[in-house]
C-alpha cells in the first residue's frame, strides 16, 4: 500500500486551514502549544514507516498514556485489574464524576479519568519507583530512550486538576484508592504529562497490532490476550462519550488525549498516530478523527 500518496491525499481533502475545535487550556501549560500543528505517521507489519507533517515534533500524550498504564498494570496484576473496576463504556466525558458516585466508586472503564486513578493506585503500591520505572517501560516498548516527563504540564496540572483531586478523594472514599490520594495524583499527572511524537506514537503502539510483542526485537511485553483486550477497550471505551462515533466512522481501536494526538491500531496490519491540536467539544482532536476516517475509508481496509 502507497501510504504517501494517501496522506498527500488526505492533505488536499482535509484542508489544513480548517479551523474548527479549540486547543485544550484547562491545563494552561496545554495552551500554548501552536493549534496549527500537524502530523502523522504509520508503521506497517514490515516494520515500514510513513510520516507526514510534524510527525518528528513531541507533543502531551495525555490520556493516550491510560494504554500504557493499563499494560504495565495488566502486567503485574493480570486479571485483579478488573476487580476494581469495569469494562463498559461510560457514555460520560473523560472527566465526569457523575458515575462514580452511581455506581459506588467503580470506574466504567480503565481509559476515563477514575479509571486511570485507580490503575495508578495500583501501580503506585506495586512499583518501587512507580515514575521511573512507568517512563522505562513506555521508553522500552516505543525502543527509544527520547521520551520524557514534562514537569512544566505535570505541576500545571497539579495545580489545576480539581476535578481530577475531587475523582481521587470519591474514589478513597469508597475505598477504591488504597494509598495515599495525594501520591496517586502526582503519578496521575506525570503519567498525562510524558511527551511523544506521532512515530514515537506508532512505534509503541505497534505492540497492540502485534499480539502483544515488539516487531523489531520480539520482546513481549503483554501476552496475547492481553493485548486483544486492551484493543478491545479502545474500541469500546478509546474515546469517551464519542467511542460510537470514532468506531462508526474510523473503525479502529484507538485512544485520544487532550493534547490533540490519537494513536491507533489495525491488529496485524499497522499502528498510526495523529496530531492535530484543536479538540471538539468532547475533548478528541477534530482534524485527528478526519484524518483516520479518511485513512480507512481510502485504504478499503476495515476490521469489520
Ligand atoms: N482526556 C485527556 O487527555 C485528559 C488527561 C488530563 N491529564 C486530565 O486528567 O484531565
Not at 526485537?217 to 471505551?237: D, F, G, W
Request: glycine share 8%.
Amino acid at each position: 500500500m502507497d501510504y504517501n500518496s494517501i496522506f498527500e491525499e488526505i492533505k488536499r481533502e482535509i484542508n489544513l486551514d480548517v479551523k474548527h475545535g479549540k486547543v485544550a487550556d484547562y491545563i494552561p501549560e496545554l495552551a500554548h502549544v501552536d493549534p496549527n500543528k500537524f502530523g502523522i505517521s504509520l508503521k506497517c507489519m514490515d516494520g515500514q514507516s510513513f510520516s507526514m507533517g510534524d510527525a518528528d515534533e513531541k507533543f502531551s500524550a495525555q490520556s493516550i498514556t491510560k494504554v500504557f498504564s493499563l499494560a504495565l498494570a495488566m502486567n503485574h496484576f493480570g486479571q485483579k485489574v478488573w476487580s476494581r473496576m469495569d469494562v463498559e463504556p461510560s457514555g460520560t466525558s473523560f472527566n465526569s464524576l457523575v458515575l462514580l458516585e452511581y455506581e459506588q466508586g467503580i470506574p466504567r472503564n480503565p481509559f476515563i479519568n477514575s479509571g486511570a486513578l485507580v490503575i495508578a493506585d495500583m501501580l503506585v503500591e506495586k512499583l518501587e519507583d512507580p515514575k521511573g520505572e512507568f517512563l522505562e517501560f513506555v521508553r522500552n516498548m516505543t525502543g527509544s530512550r527520547d521520551i520524557d516527563y514534562n514537569y512544566k504540564v505535570a505541576n500545571s496540572e497539579r495545580d489545576h486538576g480539581f476535578r481530577n483531586r475531587a475523582m481521587a478523594n470519591m474514589l478513597k472514599s469508597f475505598g477504591n484508592i488504597k494509598g495515599d490520594v495525594e501520591d496517586v495524583l502526582d503519578f496521575y499527572f506525570h503519567q498525562c504529562s510524558i511527551e511523544m511524537s506521532c512515530k514515537q506514537l506508532a512505534d509503541a503502539f505497534m505492540v497492540f497490532s502485534n499480539k502483544g510483542s515488539m516487531l523489531g526485537t520480539k520482546e513481549k511485553i503483554i501476552t496475547k490476550q492481553q493485548s486483544q483486550r486492551i484493543n478491545a477497550l479502545m474500541l469500546t471505551c478509546g474515546f469517551y462519550d464519542e467511542a460510537g462515533e470514532f468506531a462508526f466512522r474510523v473503525g479502529l481501536p484507538g485512544k485520544s488525549g487532550v493534547g490533540g494526538g490519537i494513536a491507533a491500531v489495525y491488529p496485524s496490519e499497522y499502528s498510526v498516530a495523529v496530531w492535530s491540536p484543536r479538540l471538539n467539544k468532547l475533548g478528541n482532536s477534530v482534524l485527528g478523527m478526519k484524518t483516520l476516517e479518511l485513512l480507512t475509508t481510502k485504504t478499503g481496509m476495515g476490521i469489520f
